[in-house]
């Protein structure tokens, strides 16, 4: 499904989030708050908007991903490997960061690709994530609900692929409430687990700090 949308996945998430998710992705590699030339992983890096932005920073970037179509695609510059996220071919504790955008309700065993994250972040290291979310306010999400479920297929199907674009108004299912993505970043080795709604709960940025002393 992701090598199918990958050619026009750039286009289509500009139209759906009307532009809004570049700045949150900025927001997201902010929220590091690492010295420059740290060392990141972009985890399902895709096509490479955090990576450009991280690169941009003066951070050095490795980008993995599952979907080899979404690497084919990637044109932020940076050394790709294909990957799955929850058998990283890395050593331990590599990288002072690790970010990813919009991939947690992709992973099957969210539990499982958490904790290998924490695997190969250094003790001390950073954590950014960004992902989609629900609005608490009653008209924001009557608006989010008919734009998220009816609109944003048809935009999928106009520009990419219809069925991935059903897709992912359906996956936000599979993400945990906040107090259950807490504590599995807690029980990943993550310590100081922070969780902001973006644009009124459009979507989320989460970010933590690896447990242990930094040089351990």
Same mark, same amino acid.
């Given at each position: 499904? =992701?090598?199918?949308?990958?050619?026009r996945y750039?286009l289509?998430? *500009?139209l759906?989030t009307f532009?809004?998710?570049?700045q949150?992705?900025?927001?997201?590699?902010?929220a590091?708050? %690492?010295?420059e030339?740290a060392?990141l992983?972009?985890?399902?890096?895709?096509?490479?908007?955090?990576?450009r932005l991280?690169r /941009?920073?003066g951070? *050095?970037?490795i980008?993995?991903?599952?979907? *080899? !179509?979404m690497?084919a695609?990637?044109?932020?510059?940076?050394?790709?490997?294909?990957a799955?996220?929850a058998? %990283?071919p =890395?050593?331990?504790?590599? =990288?002072?960061?690790?970010?990813?955008g919009?991939?947690?309700?992709?992973?099957?065993d969210l539990p499982?690709?958490?904790?290998?994250?924490?695997? $190969?972040?250094r003790?001390?290291?950073?954590?950014?994530?960004?992902e989609?979310?629900a609005?608490?306010?009653?008209?924001l999400?009557?608006?989010?609900? $008919?734009?998220?479920? /009816?609109?944003? &297929? /048809?935009? !999928?199907a106009?520009?990419?692929?219809r069925?991935a674009?059903?897709y992912?108004p359906r996956s936000v299912?599979?993400?945990?409430?906040t &107090?259950? %993505?807490r504590?599995?970043?807690?029980?990943?080795g993550?310590?100081g687990?922070?969780i902001?709604?973006?644009?009124?709960?459009?979507?989320q940025?989460? =970010?933590?700090?690896r447990t242990g002393l930094?040089g351990s």
């Amino acid at each position: 499904m =992701f090598d199918a949308i990958a050619p026009r996945y750039d286009l289509v998430n *500009r139209l759906m989030t009307f532009g809004l998710d570049q700045q949150w992705r900025r927001e997201t590699i902010a929220a590091l708050a %690492l010295p420059e030339n740290a060392l990141l992983l972009d985890l399902a890096c895709g096509t490479g908007d955090l990576s450009r932005l991280a690169r /941009r920073k003066g951070y *050095r970037v490795i980008g993995a991903d599952l979907s *080899r !179509g979404m690497l084919a695609a990637n044109h932020a510059g940076a050394p790709l490997i294909q990957a799955d996220g929850a058998r %990283l071919p =890395f050593p331990d504790g590599v =990288f002072d960061g690790l970010v990813c955008g919009y991939a947690l309700r992709n992973f099957s065993d969210l539990p499982a690709a958490l904790a290998e994250t924490a695997r $190969v972040v250094r003790p001390g290291g950073r954590l950014a994530m960004l992902e989609v979310d629900a609005p608490t306010s009653t008209l924001l999400r009557t608006g989010y609900d $008919v734009w998220f479920t /009816r609109v944003v &297929p /048809r935009i !999928g199907a106009a520009l990419s692929d219809r069925e991935a674009y059903d897709y992912l108004p359906r996956s936000v299912a599979y993400l945990p409430t906040t &107090p259950v %993505l807490r504590r599995i970043l807690s029980d990943a080795g993550y310590s100081g687990v922070g969780i902001r709604p973006l644009a009124g709960g459009l979507s989320q940025l989460i =970010f933590a700090t690896r447990t242990g002393l930094p040089g351990s």
